[in-house]
């Protein structure tokens, strides 16, 4: 059976799809559902799922990653199952993925593959768009030898071609990778530009709010929980990867304090680092955050390995950051971290929350779909209270004096702070109080016409411990 790897073809809607997996010993699944990632993204991405097949082992075999007997024992699948197309748990090389097609005689595409035909299904805004592609592009150049199988010289000495396409011997492999170098090309100096714009609207709006960011794995709940919190809009489904654009809404979180909140594109377990690149421009605001909420999906039996995945894709970010900032000349730390127990309505063993409230201290549980469970009620005016609390910032105490004719500062001082005592001399209110350092530098910058007349620290509010 002769396969047809162009590029065009490669797509997995409609597809009877079989999976395959080798588990080698470090590999991080779910065992209980070793390949219920995978079946989730598969169907997400349009195909039917009609057979699976896992081999474990110690290494990967060099030509085809799969053992030979277990690949004949794939196509036997595939047969019995009809499978038109073979998807693998993992990312292969141009040449083990040539060799599997032939042995299979079926199309075969791996994890990347897959997420980022997810991806371009859920592309809607130009920036998401040229996103994709770029990552798409990345993934396609170094594997154009085995996804073409058209390698004929299609000009030569005489031969008709457009200009730069002549040359003696020039193939059409040679013909793709100029193609494909030069829209990369293209693609990476439209989104620089865009990206350098995002990254100072970035910069800009946090001179005068706080940020906090919502991650967390896909299909945690993270659109949802902006949702409620925000009424921002954000589009919400029960499907992997809904959100690929940051959404950026006003929070207010009480006491005349208010937060931008953002709402961030999941994650996933191995997600393509091309796929990372491409999409540093949505990840501008995790990084720049003055405080991260991690939603968990506590329901999710595969929890835990999401967790890691998720803490683990933050510190491979921040240490990219870290190093880009620093080769910048500007100082930078990564932002505090608060995890959020969501879905923990869905637990019917209270022990289960007992547990990740053990294993992550300070986290909160809450429910974005339903708000009114006695667990989210509780979690949600916590959650408020950290977030005000960031919002403030560092406590001290200080004496202030304010004059009787700006009621408006007296105001927001007073409903801000805890006022320790109060007096009023030559038409001023002279207020002692204990208020958060960022909130009365908000109030001055709102133009809050007050005069510090004694400040002493006296220590910060109690906040989680970063994950």
């Excluded at 009809?82 to 990312?91: G, M, P």
Aim: net charge neutral.
């Amino acid at each position: 059976m002769a396969i047809n790897r162009e590029r065009t073809d490669l797509k997995v809607s409609r597809e009877r799809a079989a999976l395959a997996a080798v588990h080698l010993p470090s590999t991080r699944v779910d065992e209980r559902d070793p390949l219920g990632e995978l079946r989730a993204l598969a169907e997400n991405a349009g195909a039917t799922v009609v057979g699976e097949l896992i081999q474990r082992r110690d290494r990967p075999e060099a030509g085809t990653y799969m053992g030979s007997g277990k690949l004949e024992e794939l196509r036997r699948l595939c047969e019995e199952a009809r499978a038109t197309l073979v998807i693998f748990d993992h990312d292969l090389s141009p040449a083990q993925i040539g060799n599997i097609e032939r042995r299979l005689e079926r199309k075969v595409i791996d994890r990347s593959e897959l997420i980022l035909d997810i991806f371009a299904g859920r592309a809607t805004t130009h920036e998401a768009k040229l996103q994709v592609e770029l990552a798409q592009l990345e993934y396609t150049y170094p594997r154009l030898r085995a996804m073409w199988d058209h390698l004929e010289r299609i000009v030569g000495v005489g031969g008709v071609g457009g200009i730069g396409t002549r040359g003696p011997g020039e193939q059409q492999l040679e013909v793709d990778r100029r193609l494909v170098q030069r829209r990369r090309t293209r693609l990476k100096r439209e989104l620089d530009a865009i990206q350098a714009r995002r990254a100072r609207q970035v910069r800009e709006r946090k001179v005068d709010h706080v940020l906090v960011g919502l991650v967390g794995y896909t299909n945690a709940g993270k659109s949802t929980l902006f949702n409620r919190l925000t009424e921002g809009g954000a589009y919400a489904d029960d499907r992997v990867f809904a959100t690929l654009m940051t959404r950026t809404r006003q929070w207010g979180v009480g006491a005349g304090q208010s937060v931008m909140l953002s709402d961030t594109v999941g994650f996933v377990r191995d997600l393509p680092h091309h796929l990372v690149a491409s999409f540093k421009a949505t990840l501008e605001e995790t990084t720049h955050a003055d405080l991260l909420l991690v939603v968990l999906d506590v329901s999710d039996p595969a929890a835990s390995m999401q967790h890691e995945t998720v803490c683990h894709t933050l510190d491979t970010i921040f240490e990219e950051t870290a190093r880009a900032e620093a080769r910048a000349g500007r100082s930078w730390s990564p932002p505090a971290r608060v995890t959020l127990l969501n879905k923990a309505d869905r637990l019917t063993d209270n022990r289960e929350l007992l547990m990740w409230q053990s294993r992550i201290p300070g986290a909160i549980p809450v429910s974005a779909v339903n708000p009114n469970h006695p667990l989210a009620a509780e979690g949600l005016e916590r959650l408020t209270e950290a977030v005000r609390a960031a919002a403030a910032g560092p406590v001290s105490e200080v004496t202030l004096r304010a004059p009787l004719s700006d009621a408006k500062t007296i105001l927001a001082l007073e409903s801000s702070g805890e006022v320790l005592d109060r007096a009023y001399e030559n038409g001023s209110a002279v207020l002692r109080l204990r208020i958060g350092g960022r909130r009365l530098a908000q109030i001055r910058a709102g133009g809050g016409g007050f005069e510090v007349v004694e400040a002493s620290a006296t220590g910060a509010p109690e906040s989680a411990a970063p994950d």
